[in-house]
């Protein structure tokens, strides 16, 4: 709940590997690009989404979505630069931070509906 990513060992579990500090808020996904082993993105509580790499504590690149704890992000599994996340008011965004890292490209507003998660399908 203190916005700390933590590496741990399933050898060593009485330390960190490595640890990284950005989010302010409870972080609620992570996940790891399918493209680039070293890198991956995580969701918070304190409406952002973050981009990191392995072995470096700050972020690379850090994605203000709208004014709502960000629940879930995938990266989608055809496009190295494009992810998607789903915010606590059921906000689908799509974001691509080879043209935006300001705006997602894609937003979405469920009225009736609340999502919890995303899951990009698998094509061929």
């Known amino acids: 709940e203190d916005g700390h990513i933590h590496k741990c060992s399933t050898s060593y579990s009485e330390q960190y590997l490595e640890s ?4 302010i808020g409870p ?6 690009s399918p493209f680039n082993p070293k890198l991956f993105i995580s969701c918070s509580g304190d409406w952002t989404i973050r ?5 470096r504590q700050q972020q690379l690149l ?13 990266w989608c599994p055809n ?22 890292t300001l705006q997602p490209v894609v937003q979405h507003a469920l009225t ?5 998660g ?5 094509v061929g």
């Open 79 to 100: 496009n190295s630069t494009v992810f998607g996340a789903v915010t606590a008011g059921g906000r689908l965004e799509l974001w691509d931070f080879a043209v935006s």
């Open 62 to 74: 850090s994605f203000q979505s709208s004014n709502e704890e960000v629940l879930d992000v995938q």
């Open 27 to 32: 972080v609620y996904g992570l996940q790891w």
């Open 20 to 23: 990284y500090s950005g989010h």
């Open 118 to 122: 995303l899951l990009f399908a698998k």
């Open 51 to 55: 981009l990191w790499q392995e072995g």
């Open 112 to 116: 009736k509906t609340s999502m919890t």
